[in-house]
């Protein structure tokens, strides 16, 4: 007898780095992207949407160097053998797009783009393989003043957000002046070994100090755990000099600008990096921005990728994780200047500057601080304990959803169980704000019951016997059906 071939059930699993997301997670971040997009859209910028692949000779940071070109980005052979590869970012598509209807885009171009993006990367706690980027660029506009406008749009969007001013700033510098500064002390800045030493150890200011950071500018340091890290081997003179830099944020940005200047010597790149930033920082004094945008010669991240101004929205709170520790989020924003945006494609620079903010990171800062949209959507569930009269069901919804739309109210219908217990269980597990019951009681007395479940359960909490529960049943009241929607607009704002 032939033996039974057994069937083969795939175990259900998600790729390493990869998340599954639903309910108030989507949500939240839909009304964050929809907030952050209405601040780009007044500005004057237009949506883009690119493909999810680009060619992967296009993409520029990842050119196929062997058989199959996987470092960092996914990437598959097409039938023609051409490599195609998901895209790492929204800046790579939109150098393609523009190179590619150069001619017939209105110039500045002036885009916003919200998208998934893929890295193909050690994922790690936080860190995932596919993410969404929420950009906005203007193609064709030199600095300073599209710069300028860039930083206050992205100052607008975080507090539209729901950041407070008081919790977050916005640090500007510039690889121009950084570069300045590097050939002042005699580096070739166009030699990454050495220079690119320099800068890394700049960029742990924030976390070592002047000290730690004056280590890695010399021989080297060695960590708490005892691993050493090579230093960039720079004179005393050369280091000190360095650190003066980074330390140079004077009483406003004019100050700093000055301190920044009398340090970076006759270097002619450096002084125009000033010259940019002088600019941008007048334009911030005159829109009232300069308290919140700030000059600060310790940002050095981005360097690589950008090449004039750069900026970064970092939040000021501390928030407690999961070990009870204190940290910072620190940045949840960035943006600079990269005019090679297109030169790839058409040989030529053409400017372009623009900002991103990192919407996941932003929304767990706010959750860790107990914070969320103050209009989260609001659901309302209509239980159907009498199966045989669910078109009544269907025009309680009806009316539910006409009268609060525009509101940003859900009603749901329990198709689920019958028993109108397992019904009610149904509507907490999603958690909705009411329950609408009709019964064959309430239908004989022309009425509806409202059941207030958010209040419910917090009187729950506050009401110790059973008996002086089912006496009250304060979370619950019935109406007439004509004044179902009153009710319910009652029980939508009674939250306190």
């Known amino acids: 007898m032939a033996k039974k071939q057994k069937t083969f059930r795939p175990k259900p699993r998600k790729p390493r780095g990869f998340r599954d997301r639903s309910g108030a997670e989507l949500l939240a971040e839909q009304e964050m992207l929809r907030r952050i997009t209405a601040v780009y859209a007044s500005y004057g910028f237009l949506p883009l949407e690119t493909?999810?692949?680009?060619?992967?000779?296009?993409?520029?940071?990842?050119?196929?160097?062997?058989?199959r070109p996987n470092q960092g980005v996914f990437s598959l052979q097409d039938d023609d053998e051409q490599w195609m590869s998901l895209r790492y970012d929204l800046t790579a598509p939109l150098a393609r797009h523009v190179a590619e209807h150069y001619e017939a885009l209105p110039k500045p171009f002036r885009r916003y783009q919200v998208g998934t993006v893929w890295r193909n990367?050690?994922?790690?706690?936080?860190?995932?393989?596919?993410f969404t980027q929420c950009d906005a660029d203007s193609v064709g506009a030199a600095a300073p003043h599209a710069d300028a406008e860039a930083i206050m749009m992205l100052t607008d969007a975080v507090v539209a957000a729901g950041v407070e001013k008081k919790?977050?700033?916005v640090r500007i510098s510039s690889r121009k002046i950084m570069s300045g500064l590097l050939a002042s002390i005699g580096l070739d800045t166009e030699d990454g070994g050495q220079s690119g030493t320099v800068l890394r150890a700049m960029d742990k200011f924030d976390r070592l100090g002047a000290a730690g950071v004056k280590l890695l500018l010399g021989e080297g340091r060695k960590d708490e755990s005892g691993d050493f890290t090579e230093g960039a081997k720079l004179s005393g003179d050369q280091a000190d000099k360095v650190?003066?830099?980074m330390q140079a944020a004077g009483a406003n940005n004019a100050k700093t600008l000055d301190a920044m200047a009398g340090l970076i010597g006759g270097s002619e790149t450096g002084l125009a990096g000033i010259e940019e930033l002088r600019g941008i920082a007048e334009t911030l004094e005159a829109m009232g921005y300069s308290d919140q945008a700030k000059i600060d010669p310790s940002v050095v991240r981005g360097l690589?990728?950008?090449?004039?101004?750069?900026?970064?929205?970092?939040?000021?709170?501390?928030?407690?994780?999961d070990k009870g520790q204190e940290v910072q989020f620190g940045s949840i924003g960035s943006g600079g200047r990269y005019d090679d945006l297109v030169k790839r494609f058409k040989g030529v620079e053409v400017p372009a500057v623009g900002c991103s903010i990192g919407v996941s990171r932003l929304l767990s800062a706010l959750e860790a601080k107990g914070q969320g949209t103050d209009d989260a959507q609001k659901l309302i569930v209509v239980a159907t304990p009498d199966r045989s009269r669910m078109a009544d069901y269907f025009q309680i919804a009806a009316r539910l959803r006409e009268k609060f739309s525009g509101h940003n109210?859900?009603?749901?219908?329990?198709?689920?169980?019958?028993?109108?217990?397992?019904?009610?269980?149904y509507a907490d597990q999603r958690g909705a704000a009411a329950v609408i019951i009709q019964g064959e009681d309430e239908r004989a007395k022309g009425e509806v019951t409202v059941k207030d479940l958010i209040l419910g359960a917090k009187l729950s909490e506050e009401i110790e016997s059973n008996e002086e529960w089912r006496s009250g049943q304060p979370a619950q009241v019935s109406?007439?059906?004509g004044d179902l929607e009153a009710a319910i607009l009652k029980t939508l704002a009674f939250r306190d």
């Open 51 to 67: 493909p999810a692949f680009e060619y992967t000779d296009a993409l520029g940071k990842f050119l196929p160097d062997v058989d």
């Open 121 to 130: 990367e050690k994922p790690g706690p936080g860190r995932f393989r596919e």
């Open 167 to 169: 919790d977050f700033a």
């Open 243 to 245: 650190l003066a830099f």
């Open 304 to 321: 690589d990728y950008y090449t004039g101004p750069v900026f970064e929205a970092e939040l000021t709170f501390a928030v407690t994780n």
């Open 409 to 425: 109210v859900a009603v749901d219908i329990a198709f689920g169980a019958a028993n109108l217990g397992k019904q009610l269980k």
């Open 479 to 481: 109406v007439p059906e």
